[in-house]
């Protein structure tokens, strides 16, 4: 009886496993032949330790297309032309799928990162800036000792998906590997539903939902762009299959890692969507963002985003931190500067150990350009006034002014359009994009100007005590 009971269970799950198209795949994890233990490997809903030797087992769905790994700290893998290949893509009939792993010849416990959001690229006449872009990337890494990988955070085209090819083959020159998040400009938005609309990039850049280890940090990567099924039109949403991803990713995270999340739209850009739902910024932030930052509460967890174009840093809790990406498009190639003033350019970020520092890299410039000073008198909006717009700064920051040697003042902090930026797209007719046009920001700073006052200096200190100074002649 008890052999027929047994037997009777064993065909109910064949038959379910069958019903539901479970495939059970296996491989090895190895590094100069020899197989490296307690590897992840994923479907993307199911996962998997590779054992002592490397080996593994996995009951992969029939439904995901894709087998990768998160790749363990001190190793990296085959990179082509800067993709990361930690992916295979599933075939019928195959049923081995093996992973080679690359020794790091140097410690990542101290490693850096750069993150580009936005590339956008629109026309091939905007190749050469983005090689401006990632010549600056190479320069600045080559500034450091330590290893750098890079992250971007989405829209590296903007409608032509044939570009690809050659976005990587520049991006290539940077010297880094770049680990890619998709934008809503990189999802096919025509087809009938959402669940069709990555196939493009994944045969490219690999999974939308995937994490890898560097040092004593977990890098995860999400896409939470949703395409509603009407052409062009998404809103910012992260589904349940990518939640339940998350959830079991984040069991075999070292619970002492600094955790990074990568997604393209922002979770928030300023305190007062985290505190009131509007149906106006669906396609602005996350839409469904208190979810994931409940998720991240147990972690000292950092978001990185980008598709504003602008700067928005957000200190959601003293454990969570959004670092809204300007792009490095500018405003979509048109000129040098974002829509808000923000010079385009990219986020360098130094990791040791846990212990994580930022800035943000102005393409052309150097790292201390960290702001620029206006005088009222030349524009009618700062009246009486000097104004610093400080793009990368967040509430830890220190903003003062001194006149002419007297003593130092805290700026006030408010909401502003930046003149250069309204110079620079005040002509519509002159721009490849009708739709570019000045946004306010809230990172401007401003102080009233003293009767007779010849000079001031303007102050700001970063949350890590870095002092950036900017002079000015009054008239």
Known sequence: MR??????????WCSAAWAIGIEPIKGTVECNGKGVAKVVVTDGESFTLTDDK????LESSADNGLVYITIPAGYSVESKSSVPQFWLTKEEGR????FELIQKVQDDAHHGFVVVADPQIWHKKEFPALSEGMADIRQTVEGYDIPFHGICCGDVISYDHTFYPKYNEVAATAGVDFFSTPGNHDMTLYSRSHETSTRLWEQTFGPVCYSFNVGKAHY?????????GRDYFYIGYLDERQFAWLEQDLKYMNKDA??????????????????????NNIANVMTNAPQLHRMLEPYNAHILSGHT??????????????????????????GTLCTDGT?????????????????????GEGADHQMVVYEGADYPQFAGSVVANVWASDDNWTIEAQFDDGKWQ??????????????????REKLDHPYVYPTPADHFFRIATPEGASKCVVRAVDSFGRAYTKTITLK
């Open 410 to 427: 805290t700026m006030e902090r408010f909401t502003a359009y930046d003149p250069a930026a309204q110079a620079m797209y005040a002509d």
């Open 95 to 98: 049923k081995t799928y093996d």
């Open 220 to 228: 995860v990567v999400l896409n939470d762009n949703f395409y509603i």
């Open 258 to 279: 600094v955790l990074f999340i990568i997604l393209h739209i922002p979770t928030t850009c300023e305190e007062s969507d985290r505190k009131q739902f509007s149906y």
């Open 54 to 57: 490397g080996r593994y087992e």
């Open 343 to 363: 010079p385009r350019g990219y986020g360098v970020f130094e990791v040791d150990g846990t212990a994580v520092k930022w800035y943000y890299k102005s393409t």
């Open 309 to 334: 174009h602008t700067t928005y840093n957000q200190i959601i809790t003293d454990k969570l931190y959004e670092h809204v990406i300007p792009a490095l498009s500018g405003a979509w190639w048109q």
């Open 3 to 12: 052999r027929l009971l047994l037997l009777g269970v064993a065909l109910l």
